[in-house]
């Protein structure tokens, strides 16, 4: 097939191009060039910005399906759809599980309704509002391409060179060793997808001509929070002590879910309860297949620990911050034993 790929430079979209390439696909790739500015033999290459160079890719060009990577606003999506639509046959979008509007009933599906974004900005992209954004974006692909639109919801994307660290945190957590803070419960439910699996199934669905939504995370057979840091023990070989600690005592001191605890959405939230509670039916029907954990974690591992100063340690959880909440919580604990 021949494919276009916009975006392609980082994480999924380097895991996607190595998927094509290795399934015998024609490749080209669409982008600025700021991530990588090298590509392995037979790619094609477009310099240019969505924004303004989207008559690059017109005259004469075809493609039996785009793959937009890095679509986060609906009127930059639409006029990479408008440029398009006549020189491709099926329009593949990655948006994201947090494009639902709730996730209070689990477990949420691709029926679910969609977030809306009537009253966000939608210039600058932020958290409150990626969400409803990638739902607009959504609905644009749909309008423009009907049953030829394919939209990806994956959950948190995970692996080897991850430029967020959202799940690498842990792994690279566990091996400094040392007392562990981890949010709520070890039987919390957890989800996610390594990119190269992801990579994997959108290549298949393109192959088969699929289109609508799917829901794609994992792992197959789910996963706890215990079973993560467990999994990180046993791969690290360090015997660290993990302290379970309340949510709302991390709520309290103001820690941040997400994005400075990695993979913690607080679970007493009904708008929130369901983040990793998400059904990957249809996705695993149609060929979905996820790697052990431990796979994924080794990996992380073997591609080396980052310094702290590294931009994908920055934000997270210190480790001083770290000794003292622990140290508030074991008094907390020690008084509601005594009382």
């Known amino acids: 097939m021949n494919l276009l790929i916009i975006g392609g430079g ?13 399934g015998g696909h024609a490749v080209t790739v669409f982008n600025r060039g700021k991530s990588r500015n090298w590509w392995p033999p037979g790619v094609k290459w477009i310099v240019g910005d969505r924004l303004e160079d989207l008559h690059l890719l017109m005259g004469g060009r075809k493609w039996d399906a785009v793959i937009d990577t890095c679509g986060y606003r609906p009127q930059d999506v639409e006029a990479s ?31 679910d309704p969609l977030a809306v974004a009537d009253a966000v900005n939608r210039e600058t992209i932020n958290g409150a509002n990626y969400g409803p954004l990638k739902a607009e974006c959504e609905r644009t692909v749909a309008r423009a391409f009907g049953s030829q639109a394919l939209l990806i919801r994956p959950g948190l994307i995970v692996g080897p060179h991850d430029p967020t660290g959202r799940f690498s945190y842990w792994p690279w957590r566990i ?23 992801l990579a994997a199934l959108i290549m298949r669905l393109v192959m088969l001509r699929a289109s609508g ?27 660290v002590e993990v302290d379970w600690v ?41 060929g979905l297949r996820t790697r052990p954990m431990a796979v994924t974690i080794s990996d992380i591992l073997e591609a080396g620990i980052p310094e702290r100063d590294d931009k994908r340690r920055i934000g997270k959880l210190a480790r001083e911050r770290e000794r003292d909440l622990l140290a508030v919580w074991r008094l907390q604990k020690a008084g509601l034993a005594l009382a």
Request: glycine letters at 8%; charged letters at 20%.
């Open 10 to 22: 980082v994480f999924l979209g380097q895991a996607l191009l190595q998927a094509a390439l290795e």
């Open 81 to 111: 759809c408008a440029a398009l639509y006549d020189s491709c046959e099926r329009y593949v979008f990655i948006s994201s599980v947090s494009a639902y509007a709730s996730f209070a009933n689990t477990p949420i599906s691709e029926q």
């Open 175 to 197: 091996c400094a060793g040392g007392r562990v803070l981890a949010p709520g419960s070890p039987e919390t439910p957890i989800q996610f997808i390594d990119a190269r699996d």
């Open 213 to 239: 939504a799917f829901n794609v995370t994992g792992p197959n057979e789910g996963a706890t929070f215990g079973e993560l840091l467990d999994t990180c023990r046993w791969i690290s070989g360090e015997d």
């Open 246 to 286: 309340d949510q709302k005592f991390l709520e309290r001191e103001g820690v941040q879910p997400w994005t400075e605890l990695p993979l913690w959405i607080p679970t007493h939230d009904p708008q929130t309860r369901g983040f990793h509670v998400v059904d990957t039916t249809r996705a695993r029907r149609n």
